[in-house]
């Protein structure tokens, strides 16, 4: 079983930064791409930010220069800094992780597995 948790959201001024961890657990063998969504209110989930497991990353235009994605592959987290948070930046976030993992009964490598972390609020006051 493989599960990831979100920590890092809250309420912040615009202007202000937060930053966002995302650690994942269970019978992990490796990870591939970990990505980091959001969702407002009434809209569809969206890409945030992407890196690959040899760190090459991707940005949505809304986001570029100001977010920064990266991972520690000791702890099997990804994080996502966010400065200059602007109102239109208050949503739900989410990581995703593609996942290889190691079945305990036979040992076998499974995967990859697409999983979610349950989302962290972030809201941007202006």
């Known amino acids: 079983q493989v599960q990831l948790v979100e920590s890092g959201g809250g309420l912040v001024q615009a202007g202000g930064s937060l930053r966002l961890s995302c650690a994942a657990s269970g019978s992990i063998f490796s990870i591939n791409a970990l990505g980091w969504y959001r969702q407002a209110p009434g809209k569809q989930r969206e890409l945030v930010a992407a890196?690959?497991?040899?760190?090459?990353?991707n940005y949505a235009d809304p986001v570029k220069g100001r977010f920064t994605i990266s991972r520690d592959n000791a702890k099997n987290t990804v994080y996502l800094q966010m400065n200059s948070l602007k109102p239109e930046d208050t949503a739900v976030y989410y990581c995703?992780?593609?996942?290889?993992?190691?079945?305990?009964?036979?040992?076998?490598?499974?995967?990859?597995?697409?999983?979610w972390g349950q989302g962290t609020q972030v809201t941007v006051s202006s």
């Open positions: 995703n992780a593609g996942i290889n993992s190691c079945n305990p009964g036979t040992w076998a490598v499974e995967g990859p597995v697409n999983y």
């Open positions: 890196i690959t497991s040899d760190g090459s990353t």
